[in-house]
């Protein structure tokens, strides 16, 4: 072969893996995204309440391919710790932030720099941030007949009620909606015990100094796990005390199985999850401005429902 040809020969290659080389390239940059980072904040990470919403949180980051940061944290006194972390996390980097706010009063012009979605509970005034969590109101409802319901049957006439942090305006809504439910049934409300009483005497002595009721009732997880405690202090293990609660975390699930908690109120956390996820996932990848607002489902589960299949899915979303 001549020389001629030779060097023919070896520009068509050189030619052909040009070609070959800025296809590739051409491809790749087409499927290259951008990576966002998004941080979520809620009260008391570690606690197992959250291992649902964060299951969501993590398979909508995987399907949007979102870095997302679960930040650890305590419990929070007051927004302001939130405000702070929310600064910090900005600082670092994030493109946007998930956040479960402890207190919804003056914080609307300090969230409102980046994008934000607020998870469980809203702030004042509504539709301003995105939002995705149950229908507190009705979830509060539910829990009201739930133990009207079984009025007739356990003769509940007063009710007690630990009513959380009412400066968290999904818990003024679950307030809201379980006097809504009750008010009509002749069922007094004797007393409540909001997060504020709780600090200063803690429950032992509230229930010391108050009346006794015939049934309490927890609008929070938190607050039936407390309601809890302070029954098996007071050596009531077996079925049949009157202990309505909205809860998801193990403790709740257990001791309604024991029969410890009559009816248990359970948010579908892992939508909640999911759901704050992509509505953050669609306000970065597609610029959309407008608030998504995602209401999600919560089931009502007794002890006899408690094995139900559909309930399993929803209390144990990934162990299916």
Same mark, same amino acid.
């Given at each position: 072969?001549?020389? &001629? ?10 030619? #052909?893996?040009? *070609?070959?080389? /800025? ?9 290259t995204?951008? /990576? =966002? ?13 959250? *291992? ?11 399907? =949007?391919?979102i ?12 927004? +302001?710790?939130?405000?702070?972390l ?8 994030? &493109? ?6 402890v207190?919804?009063? +003056? ?6 720099? @980046? ?15 995105? =939002? ?18 079984? @009025?007739?049957?356990?003769?509940i006439?007063?009710?007690g ?27 007094? *409300? ?6 504020t009483?709780?600090?200063? &005497?803690?429950?032992? &002595?509230? #229930? ?13 997880? +938190? ?21 309505y ?8 699930? =257990?001791?309604?199985?024991? +029969?410890?908690?009559? /009816? ?7 939508n ?22 995602? *209401? /999600?489902?919560?089931l ?11 309930n ?9």
């Amino acid at each position: 072969m001549s020389g &001629k040809k030779i060097r023919f020969m070896i520009w068509i290659l050189v030619l #052909f893996a040009a *070609i070959l080389w /800025t296809s590739y390239s051409m491809v790749d940059t087409g499927n290259t995204k951008e /990576t =966002y980072a998004v941080s979520v904040i809620v009260n008391d990470s570690n606690h197992d309440r959250w *291992i649902s919403l964060r299951q969501g949180l993590e398979q909508a980051a995987e399907d =949007y391919h979102i870095a997302l940061n679960y930040v650890s944290t305590g419990k929070f006194d007051y927004v +302001g710790e939130q405000l702070a972390l929310i600064d910090r996390e900005l600082n670092n980097g994030a &493109k946007g932030v998930i956040v479960q706010v402890v207190g919804t009063n +003056g914080v609307r012009e300090l969230l409102a720099r @980046e994008p934000v979605i607020l998870l469980e509970s809203d702030i004042e005034p509504e539709d301003v941030f995105a =939002y995705a969590g149950p229908d507190n109101r009705g979830m509060g409802k539910a829990l009201a007949a739930a133990a009207v319901g079984a @009025e007739e049957e356990k003769q509940i006439k007063e009710i007690g009620i630990l009513c959380g942090n009412q400066q968290q305006l999904a818990m003024q809504q679950r307030l809201q909606g379980f006097q809504e439910g009750v008010e009509a049934n002749g069922v007094e *409300i004797v007393w409540m015990i909001d997060d504020t009483k709780m600090k200063n &005497k803690g429950i032992a &002595k509230q #229930f010391a100094s108050s009346q006794a009721p015939d049934a309490i009732v927890a609008l929070g997880n +938190g607050e039936t796990e407390q309601m809890v405690d302070y029954l098996l202090s007071q050596g009531r293990e077996e079925s049949g005390c009157l202990l309505y609660g909205i809860g998801c975390s193990e403790k709740a699930v =257990y001791y309604l199985d024991k +029969g410890l908690i009559d /009816t248990l109120v359970v948010p579908n956390e892992f939508n909640m999850g999911y759901q704050g996820m992509e509505a953050m996932a669609n306000r970065l990848l597609y610029h959309t401005s407008e608030p998504a607002r995602f *209401i /999600t489902d919560y089931l009502v589960v007794d002890r006899g429902s408690l094995y139900d299949e559909e309930n399993q899915k929803v209390l144990f979303p990934l162990v299916q």
